[in-house]
């Protein structure tokens, strides 16, 4: 990389900086004639020899900002490319290809091919300028020292205060930030910046749309982009024309009561009946002591022993293993047996039961059916015995367990009328059977 003076050079360029010499000095009071300033300096000029010949033909100009005056041979690399790495170096280049008159001329614009950056001091506090012939190498590039000189160490151009009107943030003195007065900035992909918007608003009204030219007549509140993307908005033709309504991209959770004058789907509220609603998963969970269950002696064997109830505490009070259970012991040598009878209403709502209708957890004091087991049965609302019932038979485990239990396809269920679970506890001497809880798993409205 050579400065223009250098006389090893077999032809030396000097560049006459005519406008852009116009545009860099320029006063900031030239900027109130336009809302913005421009995104790009007219860069003109006449390109002659050092014997002040005018040179026309094929060069390439090249554009960039520095925070130093001097040019330093680490600004280069050993190709005569601008080195990206240079402390000095402000992180813009710009060229241009070019085709001189006659007379020497050349016109450019600035921040046309490669837009200019936030000009900011003092990281862009210079601009270099370069030419070459276009079919020429990059080492050949030449350096256009402001004062045609190499004697000083002013090798670029200083930046004047007019490039940095180009990144001012006052308008009529407002200056940017939250307080009264402030001007508010946009972020990128064109909405507010989260730290420069007010909390609030002490309006009455937040009007969206205010000039009704919304694409299809549909208005849009959006919340969130891509991780929650869920739309308020009001559609204006509806169904029909003049049916206009709201629309929710989500579900409607409503926390407290709900009002309405109109209808819903065509049917006013008071007339809706439950099989009109959509249903959705419930469950209600049964403890020891269940309600109205009574304790009895039912079927063939002999039914000498003790029921008792209890409550084990696994770990602490509160803790997620503590319940309450019967428990079914016998001092007889021999198979013992007694039943808990529950009848369970199925919920007004009940539409049907879930994969798994029933879980019921239970233990023995031995893994041993010989010892110890429980039986369930269970007739449907019709005081039919479910013939097809699975996961209830011969339970038996020395742990606290949980058991599925499912009705096979089995049986008439019907809303608010009572189903019939029969417990069926067996022991001898060398064992006991415990009952926990049971948990009804529905679909209802």
Same mark, same amino acid.
């Given at each position: 990389m050579h400065k223009i003076k250098k006389q090893n050079l077999l032809v030396p360029f000097v560049a006459l900086f005519l406008a852009v010499m116009l545009v860099l000095a320029s006063t900031s009071s030239l900027l109130f004639a336009a809302t913005t300033t421009p995104a790009t300096i007219n860069y003109q000029g006449r390109l002659l020899s050092s014997a002040n010949i005018p040179l026309s033909g094929a060069y390439t100009f090249r554009f960039s900002l520095w925070n130093s005056a001097d040019w330093q041979a680490a600004d280069t690399t050993g190709g005569g490319a601008i080195n990206a790495a240079s402390p000095r170096y402000a992180g813009w280049q710009e060229t241009f290809a070019v085709a001189t008159n006659a007379y020497g001329l050349f016109n450019m614009s600035l921040g046309s091919t490669v837009a200019f950056p936030n000009f900011a001091d003092p990281t862009h506090t210079h601009l270099q300028v370069e030419v070459k012939g276009t079919a020429a190498a990059d080492t050949t590039y030449e350096i256009l020292d402001p004062a045609g000189t190499t004697a000083d160490t002013n090798d670029r151009k200083p930046l004047n205060k007019s490039a940095f009107a180009e990144n001012a943030d006052t308008v009529d003195n407002a200056e940017v930030g939250t307080a009264a007065g402030d001007l508010a900035v946009l972020s990128a992909g064109g909405i507010w910046n989260i730290n420069q918007i007010p909390s609030g608003t002490n309006q009455d009204i937040w009007q969206i749309d205010a000039n009704d030219n919304a694409a299809g007549g549909v208005v849009q509140l959006s919340f969130g982009s891509s991780l929650l993307n869920r739309i308020l908005s009001y559609d204006d033709d509806g169904v029909g024309a003049a049916d206009g309504w709201?629309?929710? /991209?989500?579900? +409607?959770?409503?926390?407290?009561?709900? !009002?309405?004058? #109109?209808?819903?789907? =065509?049917? %006013?509220? @008071?007339?809706?009946?439950?099989?009109?609603?959509?249903?959705?998963?419930?469950?209600?969970?049964?403890?020891?002591?269940?309600?109205?269950?009574?304790?009895?002696?039912?079927?063939?064997?002999?039914?000498?022993?003790?029921?008792?109830?209890?409550?084990?505490?696994?770990?602490?009070?509160?803790?997620?293993?503590?319940?309450?259970?019967?428990?079914?012991?016998?001092?007889?040598?021999?198979?013992?047996?007694?039943?808990?009878?529950?009848?369970?209403?199925?919920?007004?709502?009940?539409?049907?039961?879930?994969?798994?209708?029933?879980?019921?957890?239970?233990?023995?004091?031995?893994?041993?059916?010989?010892?110890?087991?429980?039986?369930?049965?269970?007739?449907?609302?019709?005081?039919?015995?479910?013939?097809?019932?699975?996961?209830? /038979?011969?339970? +038996?485990?020395?742990?606290?367990?949980? !058991?599925?239990? #499912?009705?096979?396809? =089995?049986? %008439?269920? @019907?809303?608010?009328?009572?189903?019939?679970?029969?417990?069926?506890?067996?022991?001898?001497?060398?064992?006991?059977?415990?009952?926990?809880?049971?948990?009804?798993?529905?679909?209802?409205r």
């Open positions: 709201f629309n929710f /991209s989500d579900d +409607v959770n409503i926390q407290g009561d709900l !009002t309405t004058t #109109g209808t819903i789907n =065509g049917v %006013t509220l @008071t007339s809706i009946p439950f099989t009109n609603l959509a249903a959705r998963t419930k469950t209600t969970r049964l403890k020891p002591h269940f309600p109205g269950a009574v304790a009895e002696a039912i079927g063939a064997g002999s039914h000498r022993g003790k029921i008792q109830s209890h409550f084990v505490d696994d770990d602490g009070p509160g803790g997620p293993n503590n319940y309450s259970y019967y428990q079914w012991t016998t001092r007889q040598g021999v198979i013992n047996n007694y039943d808990i009878v529950l009848r369970w209403k199925l919920p007004d709502d009940f539409v049907s039961w879930q994969a798994t209708p029933i879980a019921f957890r239970y233990k023995t004091s031995t893994a041993n059916a010989a010892d110890n087991k429980i039986d369930i049965s269970i007739d449907d609302t019709t005081g039919t015995s479910i013939a097809g019932l699975t996961g209830g /038979s011969t339970l +038996v485990s020395n742990a606290w367990t949980t !058991t599925n239990i #499912g009705f096979g396809g =089995g049986g %008439t269920f @019907t809303a608010g009328s009572e189903i019939t679970i029969y417990i069926k506890m067996s022991a001898t001497s060398a064992g006991g059977a415990l009952v926990g809880d049971f948990t009804f798993n529905y679909n209802g």
